[in-house]
């Protein structure tokens, strides 16, 4: 690790070892660091070289935390909810781990309505205190490396808008298949990187450079992430991409588009010391949102059973739509 901010820049890309790495995009992380992201001729991997350190993310994830207030808590506990039916229809218990679970709503939202034990790890810690002290959950606090020591012990991981965000996704995921059971399952969702570069290259040939808050330095081109996940020891059981609203901007296909120009300008020094105080949860308004209505169990099959119905989900070979979505068994 350099003392600028900085890993090391790497010769050979992250996947491949391939040596033909070719200028894609330029953009910054808060603002004070730039960065110039590279595409890997032999298997499309887009990434920042170099990358910020962990230490450097970690400051900008607490800045963050801080400008978003919150990670969400109704829409979490919501979503956990939901995939407790989904945990349900696999085995009746089980253990899981969400990975990057911020202050843990969805994790509750597993934990209350299933027979599974869930777990999670973040590197914010504040949001482990919180997650562990109100919810009371089991949270680790740490990157995903923090669990080496626990090899076999889950049957299901998800990694939700995380896989993007990493030092490096090989040794990533291969901490993740450690940690899996045999025959565990894995679900990973991240924006579809063939599309999502291409906002970086969109607003360089506008004259700007997005100045990126959250710390995204690697897109993933669906077909690569897919080989990515076969090399680390998965067997894919589903890989698509899905939301079109993002495309015509993304390609550039809307000239009149303009960047939000509010978070341009963002960066660390104004957050330091700062902490996240407007950050609020009595347990008056936990229990008040448990009991919203459109919580109820047949509100949340209907909702799952509109999503399943209209949305359109693209083969990985036809890279459009703007998430990605792999689930995978651990072979």
């Not at 590197?123 to 080496?148: D, K, M, N, R, S």
């Amino acid at each position: 690790m350099q003392d600028n901010g900085y890993n090391p820049r790497v010769e050979n890309c992250y996947f491949c070892s391939g040596r033909d790495l070719k200028p894609h995009s330029q953009a910054t992380y808060w603002k004070e660091f730039h960065l110039d992201f590279v595409e890997c001729a032999e298997c499309k991997l887009i990434f920042a070289n170099p990358i910020p350190d962990l230490e450097t993310v970690i400051k900008g994830n607490r800045a963050l935390n801080v400008h978003h207030v919150s990670r969400g808590t109704f829409s979490q506990y919501r979503g956990g909810k939901e995939f407790a039916m989904f945990l349900q229809s696999l085995q009746p218990d089980g253990i899981m781990l969400d990975v990057g679970c911020a202050e843990g709503f969805f994790l509750l939202g597993v934990a209350e309505n299933s027979n599974w034990k869930a777990e999670g790890i973040e590197i914010l810690e504040g949001a482990v205190e919180f997650a562990t002290t109100q919810l009371g959950l089991a949270v680790h606090h740490g990157p995903l490396e923090a669990l080496a020591h626990m090899s076999a012990r889950y049957d299901f991981i998800r990694m939700n808008n995380v896989i993007e965000h990493v030092q490096n996704p090989v040794c990533f995921l291969q901490y993740a298949n450690r940690l899996l059971k045999k025959a565990g399952q894995i679900y990973c969702s991240t924006p579809n990187g063939f599309q999502d570069g291409h906002v970086l290259k969109t607003a360089n040939r506008r004259g700007l450079k997005i100045n990126l808050l959250e710390n995204h330095f690697f897109y993933y081109h669906p077909k690569t992430l897919v080989k990515i996940f076969q090399a680390c020891g998965f067997k894919i059981q589903k890989s698509y991409c899905e939301d079109l609203s993002h495309s015509l901007n993304d390609f550039g296909f809307l000239p009149w588009f303009k960047y939000p120009q509010e978070t341009q300008n963002f960066a660390l020094p104004a957050f330091q010391n700062r902490t996240n105080e407007k950050f609020h949860m009595s347990e008056e308004d936990i229990r008040s949102f448990k009991n919203h209505p459109a919580l109820k169990p047949w509100r949340l099959k209907y909702q799952r059973f509109q999503k399943g119905l209209f949305r359109i989900h693209f083969p990985t070979c036809l890279p459009i739509g703007h998430q990605l979505h792999i689930s995978a068994e651990k072979v």
